[in-house]
């Protein structure tokens, strides 16, 4: 059981690691979806692993789970799905406003690029404010 | 006393609700809200400040719940120092929302904005470890939302980066909790420091571990390289009043990594070892040098700005480092020094945005701008404040952490790089501001025109009164450089002394469940606190 839930934290670990290191926007949230997945497994090991133990302390009950990791996995999960619906909200609007998913900053770099589009990308235009925010 | 501990962390949280609930669409109601709450959590801190400054530790248990099973609120001198620090910094910040508009440039900014404090302010006063990680994802969510404040494509572009390597920082956060726990089987600061000398050394490789991962996720907040990535862009692009209020941001960090690392895991452990004359203290001159370089290489007035920031967190760092008394409560005065420099440069930034014709912030000539001497003599104060020039604070920082590191066995190298990316910074500040407001002249005949119709609209004197109080506060700073700084060798004493911390958390009396089933483990009545914690995240 130590070697499966090892192997599945370093593989979902792994997994997105490689995804975040994406360039598109849509992979790297999957990535860190899939880290966060793998941290709350890992939360879980931190209690020691116990297999069909009551987490709670009762008279009469001798061997039980520990039952802290439970609450800090329920916490932990609650703010990792809040923090990637944001993420999405703000990648779909940052996609829709650019009509360019590319993490990178990829018109700074690109060699052709007017550099005038980019300090004129002012976000103080009125006409943005309707953006997702 | 102790129950006012937690009003700073409660009003915040309750004046955005009440803000997005019921002054949703009334602005003025909303300025006010949000004014008259940090105004109160201001006068509520400023008492604490007295409470704490002659060595007393508040301590406020939620729920009455003894530690180390339910979640504790700690006001020492240091917490109680950064929290009067942060709420100093908000009212000119907030004073300047309010005078330039930008609070209305999009939704919900005084609500972020309370949220924003809130997280900031809990992270400052908790004394538990899984809470200190609620409150930062409380302040990167905020810090989220006000930072694509208004929109914009550049602006969400860079804050989706930004979101995302604040995700895998927040993830990084949770291994080295669960490490912590694995280890040590709790997650109170003060407990962590009970249990922590116990662990046998043959034993400590899980502890070690934990330790470097937390150091890596408060680096990450200190921006310290080469985790600072994400703060040149997201610093620069940010909503002026946005940045601004960020300057705290990067001293969470940096308070975090102090307060952990002389409780918790203080310097003089056996497992944590070479932690901050090998790794933080070389990682914090690089910052340092880095920072300033980009100071003379930026190509734009607010990115400039923000590797400033890079650099002074380097200095601050380069303090804490050492690690002595002095150094920490010279790291303090920088702290204390620097939050103001660094807001007070991003509003300057901002008004000459709207003011010098096109908005534009690069070292193109541009016609000058309208009451340019007036801004000019307070980027000249604040560049001179930034860089640690005398006569005004950021000099005596320098002073008294090249002082702190005048013990150090690597002395040399801080006082070179600490000397030489000073006079790298100095020269491009005065680059950026000969630039911007020397060489200002016509290029056309016809600049008036086009530059008055850029102008978002006229502004009141708000803008500018807000950034006299932040340079005020730098002189005042300076001025009563003394007095502060004997209140902070006392907190780095208190720091330096931890077992009254550590005693009170631990041996003040709360509510405990009794429960009389045998165990096999040690762990007992962890379902308490973990009730706790349930509460907080959802």
């Given amino acids: 059981m130590e070697i499966l839930v090892a192997s599945a934290v370093g593989i979902l670990t792994a997994a997105g690691i490689y995804l975040i290191l994406r360039k598109r926007t849509f992979p790297v949230i999957l990535g860190t979806a899939f880290i966060s997945y793998a941290v709350n497994v890992f939360l879980f090991a931190s209690g020691r692993l116990a297999v069909n133990q009551p987490p709670v302390l009762q008279k009469g009950v001798e061997l039980y789970t520990d039952p802290l990791p439970q609450a800090l996995v329920l916490t932990a999960i609650v703010i990792a799905f809040g923090m990637t619906a944001v993420v999405v909200m703000i990648g779909v609007g940052a996609y829709l406003s650019s009509q360019d998913d590319h993490i990178d900053d990829q018109d700074e770099l690109a060699p052709g690029a007017d550099p005038s589009a980019l300090e004129h990308a002012d976000p103080i235009d009125p006409s943005q404010q309707g953006a997702p925010s | 006393m102790s129950h006012w501990v937690i009003a700073p962390v409660l009003l915040p949280g309750m004046m955005a609700a009440i803000i997005i609930l019921i002054a949703r669409y009334h602005p003025m109601l909303q300025r006010t809200f949000s004014l008259a709450t940090v105004g109160l959590c201001l006068a ?135 490490t912590i726990y694995a280890e040590l089987g709790t997650l109170n600061i003060a407990d962590i420091a009970a249990r922590v000398s116990e662990v046998p050394a043959e034993n400590s490789g899980g502890v070690r571990v934990a330790a470097v991962l937390l150091l890596l996720v408060f680096a990450i907040k200190a921006a310290i390289l080469p985790l600072h990535f994400w703060l040149p862009a997201t610093y620069s692009t940010a909503p002026a009043p946005v940045a601004a209020l960020f300057a705290i941001m990067t001293k969470v960090g940096a308070y975090s990594i102090i307060r952990f690392y002389t409780i918790a895991f203080p310097p003089d452990l056996e497992v944590t070892q070479g932690l901050f004359d090998t790794w933080l203290l070389p990682g914090a001159l690089i910052t340092l040098s880095v920072g300033m370089i980009g100071v003379l290489g930026a190509k734009r007035l607010d990115r400039l700005v923000a590797f400033a920031v890079i650099g002074s967190m380097g200095m601050l760092m380069t303090s804490v480092s050492v690690f002595t008394p002095e150094g920490i409560a010279a790291a303090l005065f920088y702290a204390v020094h620097s939050t103001p420099a660094t807001a007070a440069l991003f509003l300057l930034v901002d008004v000459v945005r709207t003011r010098r014709a096109g908005g534009d912030l690069t070292w193109a000539p541009a016609p000058p701008m309208v009451g340019g001497a007036l801004v000019a003599g307070l980027f000249f104060a604040a560049a001179i404040a930034m860089a640690g020039l005398p006569p005004l604070s950021g000099f005596v920082g320098k002073v008294l952490i090249l002082d702190a590191a005048l013990a150090d066995p690597r002395m040399a190298w801080v006082w070179a790089v600490i000397l030489a990316s000073s006079l790298i910074a100095v020269v491009g500040f005065s680059r950026a501001g000969s630039v911007i407001f020397w060489k200002a002249h016509a290029p056309t005949s016809a600049f008036s025109g086009t530059s008055q119709e850029k102008r978002p609209e006229s502004q009141g004197a708000l803008p500018m009164v807000a950034i006299g109080t932040l340079m005020s506060a730098i002189v005042l700073v300076t001025v009563f450089a003394g007095p502060i700084n004997r209140y902070l060798n006392a907190t780095a004493a208190q720091l330096f002394a931890p077992e009254p911390y550590i005693s009170i958390v631990l041996d003040t009396p709360g509510k405990v469940i009794e429960y009389k089933g045998k165990t096999d483990k040690g762990q007992k009545d962890e379902a308490e606190s973990g009730k706790e914690e349930e509460g907080h995240g959802s």
């Fill in chain 2, 44 to 178: 509520i801190a400023l008492g604490l400040l007295v409470g704490v400054a002659d060595g007393t530790i508040f301590l406020y248990q939620l729920g009455n719940w003894a530690a180390p099973f339910g979640i504790v609120l700690v006001a020492d001198r240091l917490s109680v120092l950064f929290v009067v620090l942060t709420l100093f910094l908000a009212i000119p910040v907030l004073l300047y929302a309010i005078g330039s508009g930008w609070d209305m440039r999009g939704r919900h900014f005084h609500a972020l904005f309370q949220f924003q404090l809130m997280g900031i302010l809990g992270a400052f006063l908790t004394g538990d470890a899984f809470n200190l990680f609620v409150f930062f994802e409380i302040l990167l969510l905020a810090s989220y939302g006000l930072m694509i404040h208004s929109g914009g494509s550049t602006r969400l572009r860079v804050g989706v980066q930004y979101v995302v390597f604040n995700l895998l920082g927040s993830t990084l956060f949770l291994f080295a909790l669960g």
